[in-house]
């Protein structure tokens, strides 16, 4: 037998139940619920007459706005397309004819940021100035060059990466192989160090002797006054652009164990466009600015 | 423990453990060289080692029938006091993922401590370790009060819970050891699913049976709750995690579903979850705890029915809302949003049917921490029922999907909902359960409110701020048709809102701590005060009539 009684704080009845002291009272629903019950209802049947919703067997009802998501992904892509009528343009002009066009260099600037923060920036940093083992690509010395060509193939085929093209280079362990004993590798690098280091901040008896060992293993490829060589990758060391470090360390490291960095290739990953776009974007970061 | 059961349980426990005993053998031997091995391992570690326990108790003396005329708490106790210990490990594995994503080099190289192995601990700690136990715990307290019949035996509300707890615990030292089925909330494997199930549908049966001992005419709202909460979760594993282990003595399975279907049965099963794990279990507490603490009429009867069948016919349509723009049918993601839509109304209207009732009581809101976690909780329902039924609709998914929002948006539930009115229950049901007359604290519990709330608060702030930058980045062209950002560059612009959210979260992780502290004293200080508080149980109204 339910005893209902009248809750004397809103004046309702309860519905006469209590459940470990619980009782409810029987309050009508409010107005407001069934308001919006019916509104958000109504939405729903104008959208389900309107789009694409209920299934019918194989098919579903198509909704008499004729939305179809398949139709709109193209119509996007289309207009996407549209919007980058300029990529033709950089497609078939060469180098020099894009740098000289303020407007496409401008779209340069643009899409190769986004280009180069999306796929280079991770390991060449947002600002594309390297951090330790990953080369600083604004300095004024490159491994393979810096001219637009040349960074577009270095883009496209990569350093030791595999590709059948690829850029191919290595800094011998001159030291680990027992190719030079150890007192000429502190020797040769006191000279290399010396090469960009303040004039006499460096021990003048090591550098000289140092000097002649670098004739004897190290020209051929960084050249008779260390200023490197694009055509093999090897880097200048007179500047102050280290990929490993400039310390004394460092250098007597890369001497000791040698060095072989490498760099993916990009051939199938980018489209030629892309690949253009972020050579000229990067020949671009190169200019000197004032 | 043992010596609450009866004989006849002791022998059928003692089957049970055997079994499992024998079982976690099994898969020892067959996994060799397989991860699934150490699992096997645990399983007979925690069958054998349950065994000796039964075996060492096994001639107590036998309980008396006196305990039929009280409750059975013990089993809710333990709960409890499991559902604070997962919440300092979820919460603190939480923080450390937060830390993560703005130091990445807090991993200290090891696999185990890699993002995508923590972060699973963090979600299953939470949701599953800290909420499960809560509800079970609270389910058994509530369902046995407002039917007034106690838990109709000894043993099956231990399994429950025991079980249960193994299964987190497999599933948890599983993912350190790249163990998961990539189902968000459904990563343990196939042997970890086939244990939780039969935990499950004992759960399932237990509180069947309880619910037809009552001695009430009605069911309470409650229970309701937390049948729908039992029952729906049980279809929801049972389906979403069929699958074909590669062999026995492997961990690794492949789903009876594949592609689009399995991504639509995922997302079914994940978006019901949300539903039937971390808002109707816990709207069961709430209908008792809230009028309890109170001491209010639930505002309407009729309400509370409207929003019951509402919420649970129209959640069940809407887990397309977690694919859209995808390989989905278009049909069944605008379908999806229109119960997005509709569902709105039945979850404010529970929202404010808790908030209704609390009137004539804003006084004990206003002077009362465990109240107001209660009342905060609401709030929060509220709050975050609206923002998923917003990021249903497709156009706004658009910006959101993928971003911090979802992030903000699940925490704005998880730790405003559902941790909220979990805490208030705690709270609430602690001194009643170890007969205190209220927490060793009152200040504490004010003190773990506002850490509570402030921690909340910055978190889905930042969260918002963050989601909503990122989706813009990620979505704005420049005039060149090209997108303007890279996603480095909306990395580097949520740093500051990482580090926002990470110190929320840390907040919230003080805040459980100090309501640790409170519990454990509480506790202590009834055994201090009460050698016997262990052993004696709150006695039901001796003349225990029908209702009316």
């Known amino acids: 037998m339910a005893v209902e009684e009248r809750d004397p704080h809103s004046g309702f009845m309860t519905t006469g139940h209590e459940w470990s002291g619980i009782k409810e009272l029987n309050t009508p629903v409010p107005r407001a619920v069934y308001f919006f019950l019916i509104a958000t209802f109504v939405f729903s049947l104008g959208y389900w007459l309107l789009m694409p919703t209920w299934p019918t067997g194989a098919s579903f009802t198509k909704g008499l706005l004729g939305a179809d998501d398949r139709k709109s992904i193209a119509r996007s892509l289309e207009q996407a397309e549209q919007a980058r009528a300029w990529s033709k343009k950089i497609e078939s002009a060469d180098f020099a004819a894009i740098q000289a066009d303020p407007a496409l260099m401008t779209i340069v600037r643009q899409s190769g940021r986004t280009l180069f923060g999306d796929n280079c920036a991770v390991c060449h940093g947002i600002d594309a100035k390297g951090s330790k083992g990953f080369p600083d690509l604004t300095a004024a010395s490159t491994l393979w060059g810096g001219t637009p060509e040349a960074l577009m193939e270095t883009i496209r085929v990569g350093i030791n990466s595999g590709h059948g093209e690829s850029r191919s280079a290595q800094m011998l362990a001159f030291g680990r192989d027992g190719m030079i004993p150890r007192a000429d590798v502190e020797n040769v690098t006191a000279f290399v160090q010396s090469l960009s280091a303040a004039p006499g901040s460096i021990d003048k008896a090591r550098v000289e002797a140092g000097k002649a060992i670098y004739a004897v293993n190290c020209a051929a490829c960084h050249g008779d006054e260390g200023k490197g060589n694009a055509e093999l990758g090897a880097p200048d060391l007179t500047d102050k652009a280290w990929i490993y470090g400039g310390d004394t360390q460092s250098i007597f490291n890369s001497v000791w164990h040698g060095r072989q960095g490498q760099m993916p290739a990009w051939e199938n990953r980018l489209s030629p466009v892309d690949r253009k776009i972020l050579a000229l974007y990067l020949a671009d970061l190169r200019k000197p600015r004032p | ?548």
């Not at chain 2, 978006?271 to 808002?279: D, E, G, Y």
């Open chain 2, 1 to 548: 423990m043992i010596s609450q059961l009866t004989i006849p349980e002791r022998r059928l426990a003692l089957t049970i453990l055997v079994a499992l005993a024998l079982g976690g053998l099994l898969l020892t031997i067959a996994g060799q060289g397989d991860p699934i091995g150490v699992h096997g391992l645990m399983f007979l570690i925690a069958g054998a080692g349950g065994a000796f326990l039964v075996i060492a108790g096994y001639l107590a003396p036998e309980p008396g029938p006196e305990r039929l005329q009280h409750y059975y708490d013990e089993p809710t106790k333990f709960g409890i006091i499991m559902a604070m210990i997962w919440a300092v490990i979820g919460l603190f594995v939480g923080d450390w993922v937060a830390w993560l994503l703005v130091y990445p080099e807090l991993t200290f190289d090891a696999g185990w401590a890699s993002f995508g192995r923590i972060r699973p601990i963090h979600t299953t700690g939470v949701i599953f370790g800290f909420g499960g136990n809560a509800l079970i715990a609270t389910s058994f307290y509530v369902v046995q009060r407002t039917s007034r019949a106690r838990l109709p035996d000894q043993l099956s509300p231990w399994f429950v819970l025991l079980g249960y707890n193994l299964f987190c615990l497999i599933a948890v030292s599983g993912y350190m050891m790249g163990i998961t089925q990539s189902k968000e909330y459904a990563e343990p494997e196939w042997y970890a699913d086939i244990w939780l199930v039969i935990v499950w549908v004992t759960y399932f049966i237990l509180y069947v049976r309880t619910l037809a001992r009552r001695k009430e005419p009605h069911i309470y709202v409650s229970n309701w709750y937390y049948m729908a909460f039992i029952l729906v979760v049980a279809i929801l594993h049972i389906v979403n995690n069929l699958a074909m282990p590669i062999s026995l003595g492997q961990a690794k399975s492949y789903s009876a579903f594949s592609g689009v279907q399995d991504a639509m049965t995922q997302w079914w099963y994940g978006h019901n979850a949300v539903a039937f794990f971390l808002t109707a279990g816990f709207l069961g507490m709430m209908y008792y705890y809230l009028p309890k603490r109170a001491d209010r009429p639930i505002y309407s009867y009729r309400m509370s029915i409207i929003s019951f069948w509402g919420i649970t016919f129209f959640y069940m349509w809407a887990g397309s809302h977690h694919l859209h723009y995808t390989a989905l049918p278009q049909w069944v993601q605008s379908l999806g949003v229109t119960f997005s839509v509709m569902l709105l109304v039945p979850s404010w209207a529970s929202a404010g049917n808790a908030l209704l009732t609390l009137n004539g009581a804003w006084d004990r809101v206003r002077d009362d921490a465990t109240l107001r976690f209660m009342m905060v909780a609401a709030v929060f329902y509220g709050l975050s029922t609206f923002e998923g039924s917003f990021m249903a609709i497709r156009q706004v998914n658009a910006l959101s999907h993928y971003t911090d929002w979802t992030v903000g948006h699940v925490h704005a539930g998880a730790l405003g909902w559902v941790a909220m009115i979990t805490f208030g229950a705690i709270y609430a049901t602690v001194p009643w359960l170890w007969k205190r007359k209220a927490m060793y604290s009152a200040g504490l519990v004010e003190v773990h409110f506002w850490l509570a709330l402030a921690g909340t608060v910055i978190y889905v702030f930042s969260m918002w701020n963050s989601g909503i930058i990122q989706g813009l980045m990620w979505r704005t062209y420049n005039e060149s048709g090209t997108l303007a950002y890279s996603f480095l560059d909306s990395l580097v612009a949520m740093r500051p809102y990482y580090i926002a959210r990470a110190i929320g979260g840390l907040l919230f992780l003080i805040g459980a701590l100090v309501g640790c502290y409170n519990i454990w004293m509480t506790i202590r200080a009834a055994h201090l005060h009460d050698p016997a508080a262990d052993s004696s149980v709150p006695v039901p109204a001796p003349a225990l009539q029908p209702g009316e």
